[in-house]
């Protein structure tokens, strides 16, 4: 028998990158030594089923069937969980971004890593593309690269949702996968493979397995480099927070933030006796980092994806999001979304590069 793979794909009001990213996932070859059954699943996180239009140019004929769905509900974690509830039954699911482009050979690459490790998840690099008016600093640095430098076989603690594999086994015994209160944040993913490492399933690197991905213009700023190194150490407080909640965890965050801040001094210092500017860079971002770090405790961070959605399309307005982790107790996938429980306090999460 075939081994079934779905490659999830959420996305919202991003035509011209879906487009980009399907018909590279089309050209994609399998491995000539398996036998694998590929679909691709789409969820349009627009209420309005925007995507649509670019799914019509995908019809009969294309190698790789593609399913596709609206999920009304504003907010990552709940395309994301829609996209585990079609992808159950399959043998594992690839979470990519529609921002992203695979290159020829990636998927063959990323499945014969997973058959050759016995990995229950298998993650790689994603490489950014940068516009041609980054200022040179984007160049240098490892701004773009949330994923950190790693070498093929080496295990991790975690992983994200923008270039990932994960087995069946995975996302029946972790579930439901992505937590509500990241709604807007981001990093639901970096919450759930914290989780996925805690209970004992092996994720490893494969860096032949890369994916290139477009950075708009506007992320190419030191503003914005600020705000996301901020969230970064708000996002990891606030996840393990959430996993582990009790002194001992706030004490280890605390620490953590600490060691970032002090770290970001060494860098500066570094830096401006060395005069790299590489140096400069790691200070800004571990600076901010830390001070996240210690903002998170609070549940203070930035709602990047609010500017996106905008609150306006909410039935809560943006504030209190409905669910629990322990909603998904149970054999088959959970809705994260559950009207009939009580309000869970909309903490933020983001990536942690």
Same mark, same amino acid.
């Given at each position: 028998?075939?081994?079934?793979?779905?490659?999830?794909?959420?996305?919202?009001?991003?035509?011209?990158?879906?487009?980009?990213?399907?018909?590279?996932?089309?050209?994609?070859?399998?491995?000539?030594?398996?036998?694998?059954?590929?679909?691709?699943?789409?969820?349009?996180?627009?209420?309005?089923?925007?995507?649509?239009?670019?799914?019509?140019?995908?019809?009969?004929?294309?190698?790789?069937?593609?399913?596709?769905?609206?999920?009304?509900?504003?907010?990552?974690?709940?395309?994301?969980?829609?996209?585990?509830?079609?992808?159950?039954?399959?043998?594992?699911?690839?979470?990519?971004?529609?921002?992203?482009?695979?290159?020829?050979?990636?998927?063959?690459?990323?499945?014969?890593?997973?058959?050759?490790?016995?990995?229950?998840?298998?993650?790689?690099?994603?490489?950014?593309?940068?516009?041609?008016?980054?200022?040179?600093?984007?160049?240098?640095?490892?701004?773009?690269?949330?994923?950190?430098?790693?070498?093929?076989?080496?295990?991790?603690?975690?992983?994200?949702?923008?270039?990932?594999?994960?087995?069946?086994?995975?996302?029946?015994?972790?579930?439901?996968?992505?937590?509500?209160?990241?709604?807007?944040?981001?990093?639901?993913?970096?919450?759930?493979?914290?989780?996925?490492?805690?209970?004992?399933?092996?994720?490893?690197?494969?860096?032949?397995?890369?994916?290139?991905?477009?950075?708009?213009?506007?992320?190419?700023?030191?503003?914005?480099?600020?705000?996301?190194?901020?969230?970064?150490?708000?996002?990891?407080?606030?996840?393990?927070?959430?996993?582990?909640?009790?002194?001992?965890?706030?004490?280890?965050?605390?620490?953590?933030?600490?060691?970032?801040?002090?770290?970001?001094?060494?860098?500066?210092?570094?830096?401006?006796?060395?005069?790299?500017?590489?140096?400069?860079?790691?200070?800004?971002?571990?600076?901010?980092?830390?001070?996240?770090?210690?903002?998170?405790?609070?549940?203070?961070?930035?709602?990047?994806?609010?500017?996106?959605? /905008? *609150?306006?399309?909410? @039935? #809560?307005? $943006?504030? +209190?999001?409905?669910? %629990?982790?322990?909603?998904?107790?149970? !054999? /088959? *996938?959970?809705?994260? @979304? #559950?009207? $009939?429980? +009580?309000?869970?306090? %909309?903490?933020?999460?983001?990536?942690? !590069?």
């Amino acid at each position: 028998m075939s081994t079934s793979v779905a490659i999830a794909v959420i996305t919202f009001r991003r035509p011209a990158l879906l487009r980009g990213l399907l018909t590279s996932l089309q050209a994609q070859e399998l491995p000539s030594d398996g036998e694998y059954a590929i679909r691709i699943v789409v969820v349009d996180n627009d209420a309005e089923g925007s995507a649509a239009r670019v799914l019509e140019e995908f019809g009969d004929g294309t190698p790789y069937p593609i399913e596709s769905v609206v999920e009304p509900e504003p907010g990552i974690p709940f395309a994301r969980e829609r996209s585990v509830e079609l992808c159950w039954n399959d043998d594992a699911l690839i979470f990519v971004d529609d921002d992203e482009v695979a290159p020829p050979g990636w998927l063959a690459t990323l499945l014969r890593a997973w058959e050759s490790s016995g990995a229950d998840v298998v993650t790689g690099p994603v490489k950014g593309n940068l516009p041609p008016v980054a200022p040179p600093w984007n160049a240098y640095s490892d701004v773009h690269d949330s994923t950190g430098r790693h070498t093929t076989g080496e295990e991790l603690r975690k992983a994200y949702t923008n270039n990932t594999l994960v087995s069946r086994r995975v996302y029946h015994a972790v579930t439901p996968g992505f937590h509500p209160a990241f709604r807007y944040t981001g990093s639901s993913d970096l919450h759930f493979f914290l989780r996925v490492h805690r209970a004992g399933f092996r994720i490893v690197w494969c860096e032949e397995a890369w994916i290139a991905e477009e950075v708009p213009v506007g992320r190419t700023t030191l503003r914005w480099l600020v705000r996301r190194a901020f969230r970064s150490g708000s996002g990891d407080t606030i996840s393990r927070l959430l996993i582990r909640p009790g002194a001992v965890s706030y004490v280890l965050v605390l620490a953590y933030a600490s060691a970032r801040v002090i770290s970001a001094i060494g860098f500066a210092l570094a830096g401006l006796l060395l005069g790299r500017k590489t140096h400069l860079l790691k200070a800004v971002r571990r600076f901010f980092s830390g001070v996240g770090s210690l903002a998170g405790i609070v549940g203070i961070n930035h709602d990047e994806y609010r500017e996106r959605h /905008g *609150a306006e399309h909410t @039935a #809560d307005g $943006g504030g +209190a999001v409905p669910g %629990d982790l322990d909603g998904g107790a149970g !054999s /088959g *996938a959970a809705r994260v @979304a #559950d009207s $009939g429980s +009580a309000p869970l306090a %909309d903490h933020p999460d983001a990536r942690l !590069s």
